[in-house]
């Protein structure tokens, strides 16, 4: 079964830059993270899981407005590792950050890494 463990969360102060790490391993039959769709997401205390960063098949990339400019995501198949770049960190940027990798309607997730940006 395919293991997704993210790293690289922790303590920051405002204005902060920090990279996550998402290693995926377990694919079956060679695949590797070329077949999947790639996205990070974060959720906040007492909010829902949001999508802030995906890796479309053709390889652009795109962001939801909080963090644009801000944040870059990087997926590399050759390591099965997917970064988060985050630059300019703010409180509201305080989440656990999870990656996810879906495939034909089967979505799989890690257990999150916690970023807390704080002065």
């Known amino acids: 079964q395919l293991q997704l463990v993210e790293s690289g969360g922790g303590l920051v102060q405002p204005g902060g830059s920090l990279r996550l790490s998402c290693a995926a391993s377990?694919?079956?039959?060679?695949?590797?993270?070329?077949?999947?769709?790639i996205g990070w997401y974060r959720q906040a205390p007492g909010k829902q899981r949001e999508s802030i960063a995906y890796?479309?098949?053709?390889?652009?990339?795109a962001y939801q407005d909080p963090v644009k400019g801000r944040f870059a995501i990087a997926g590399d198949a050759d390591s099965d590792t997917v970064d988060l770049f985050m630059t300019n960190l703010q409180p509201n940027d305080t989440a656990v950050y999870y990656c996810n990798l879906a495939r034909l309607g089967k979505d799989y997730w890690g257990k999150g890494t916690l970023v807390t940006v704080t002065s």
């Open positions: 890796i479309f098949g053709d390889g652009k990339s």
């Open positions: 377990g694919f079956a039959h060679g695949w590797t993270l070329s077949y999947y769709a």
